[in-house]
């Protein structure tokens, strides 16, 4: 599925507005010299510089509530919002331009799950907002992703929210050195099945270091005591999707939006955890 998600990063170029292609134009020559650099940083280098930035992500994302906060915002708003703050922290947006990607961020809201770029559509009150936040320094690569509702959250929606947030931690709390990635798997799908939910089988969780998206692949399902080893030292993003509803995914007309096809909310909350010789060290802060 890491595949999937690179191959489908790589293939797809789709179009453009102009506003979204400056956002590209902009931080398109730091990324990849940022993506040369990371490449000969020692893997010790790169677990500092990941304990550094991965809550810088966590702040920054934290600290959308507050613009969710207003009458009237768009997920453009929000997108230049960041980009503020990341130009002001010196870190650069490791998504724009990413395969084609036309945006610095990803937006999604109630049915859409991942991958939507920010729109000028008003967000409006009750939705379900997820956000993607990739950032790169000149020395490693942070990301976390965030499911946030705007205004007072109903019944329905903090239970999918709550279910999802549940399977992140059951999830990083097998990350073990004597499990297998299947274990962290199977807990997360455990979790979100137990609240009545649904998890998203076709995208995955993933392993981070010199390249923003490695091995080894962490799904969303599994069995216990399958998949390889996890291994000391290595970094995880472990990522959780979750739908309200059992359906297949499609893709918006931009090529590039993931929904559920059959409607019904979806959540996303991710983690960077770093392996140690005990057990692990969440890197990124999941008190939101």
Known sequence: MINKLLSRFRARQPKVNDRSFDVVERYASANRDAYQQIQNVSDESIIAESRRVAPIVSDILRSVKELLKRERVTGKDIQ????????ELQLYPAMAG??????????SVNSQLI?????????????????????SSMSAYA??????????ASKQRLNICNAALDALSSGIEKVWSSNRVGDISFAIQSAVESAGCHVVREYCGYGMGKNRIQ???ILCFGRPDTGPKVQVGRILNIHVMATEKRAKIEHSSDGWGVSSAQGGLCVGYSAMVLVTENGHEILSDINM
């Open 80 to 87: 230049s919002y960041i980009l503020e703050r990341l130009d």
């Open 98 to 107: 990413y395969g084609g990607f036309p945006a610095a961020i990803g937006v």
């Open 115 to 135: 991958h939507h770029p920010p729109t000028d559509e008003v967000i409006t009150d009750g939705a379900v907002v997820t956000l993607e936040l990739g950032v």
């Open 143 to 152: 990301s976390q992703t965030w499911t946030f509702v705007k205004g007072d």
């Open 215 to 217: 091995d080894p692949q």
